[in-house]
């Protein structure tokens, strides 16, 4: 890769019109879960540290591995104040999604924590192993790291949703992500993935990002004829599954076709 061309193929993607999908991580803590996303045709992993436990040399090895591969490390974080947001920026992560968003001042936050002058404070470092550590001047890799680092912000509550034309126009936001099934639950309608009233939340959610120029997302929706109507809508960030369901259902139905089989 060169230091002087360094990009986020994600959001490459996204600025020729793709939908791009991502494969979110719970429980593996090695750099082969990139590996097993590239095969299996994911656009980037979604390391899920507010539901999991992770260390950070763990993700930092998930990270290296993947830009080396082109697949993009994003992670979702605890929240707004998870301190650990600039470190794994500076180390490889390609991209920060902030749950549980339900204002304006929040995602400015958000871009503000992620995002170097003149749109955020993040601080500067040293050096940056995404640029092989090679020494570039301030004034040239400060705008590279800006646009190669993804926001993302997740409406998983009803106050939330209200504001959503609000957290759209905050600039620096890249993606604003549904959480489907915190959403749900949150509105009274837990697992009611085909209630009108999340299909209403998904498309308000899609009309905001348009008008404003930024990415929609699904998340949490935990099926492929949902999130094919999630793209059809709009949507063009999608997480997939978790790699817990995955393995243990690529598991399951193997063993039932062998006990079927006479096993």
């Known amino acids: 890769m060169s230091a002087h061309r360094y990009e986020n193929p994600l ?5 020729q019109g793709a939908a791009v999908l991502g494969m979110s991580v719970r429980m593996v803590r090695t750099g082969d879960i990139a590996r097993i996303a590239r095969a299996s045709g994911h656009d980037f992993l979604f390391i899920d540290t507010q539901h999991a436990i992770f260390g950070l040399e763990s993700i930092h090895a998930i990270a290296q591995t993947a830009i080396a591969i082109g697949v993009s490390p994003l992670v979702r974080v605890r929240g707004i104040g998870d301190p650990d947001v600039s470190l794994m920026l500076d180390n490889g992560v390609q ?27 993040r601080a500067m470092s040293g050096g940056y192993m995404m640029v092989d550590f090679e020494g570039l001047p301030p004034g040239q890799i400060i705008p590279m790291l800006n646009a190669a680092t993804l926001v993302g912000v997740m409406i998983e509550t009803p106050e939330g949703l209200e504001n959503v034309e609000k957290i759209a126009a905050v600039p620096g936001v890249d993606v604003i992500h549904v959480g489907t099934n915190d959403l749900l639950v949150n509105m009274g309608l837990t697992g009611q993935f085909d209630a009108p009233e999340i299909l209403s939340a998904q498309a308000r959610v899609n009309r905001a990002c348009a008008a404003n120029g930024i990415i929609a997302g699904c998340g949490g929706n935990r099926s492929v004829e949902r999130q094919a109507a999630a793209i059809r809508g709009g949507a063009r960030f999608l997480t997939t599954q978790t790699d817990v ?12 076709d062998l006990r079927r089989a006479g096993a």
């Open 245 to 256: 369901a995955f393995l243990s259902g690529a598991a399951g139905a193997w063993v039932q």
């Open 95 to 121: 991209g920060i999604i902030y749950p549980d968003i339900d204002t304006p001042e929040q995602a400015a936050r958000a871009v503000e924590i992620c995002k170097f002058p003149p749109l955020g404070r």
């Open 11 to 15: 959001k490459v993607k996204l600025a």
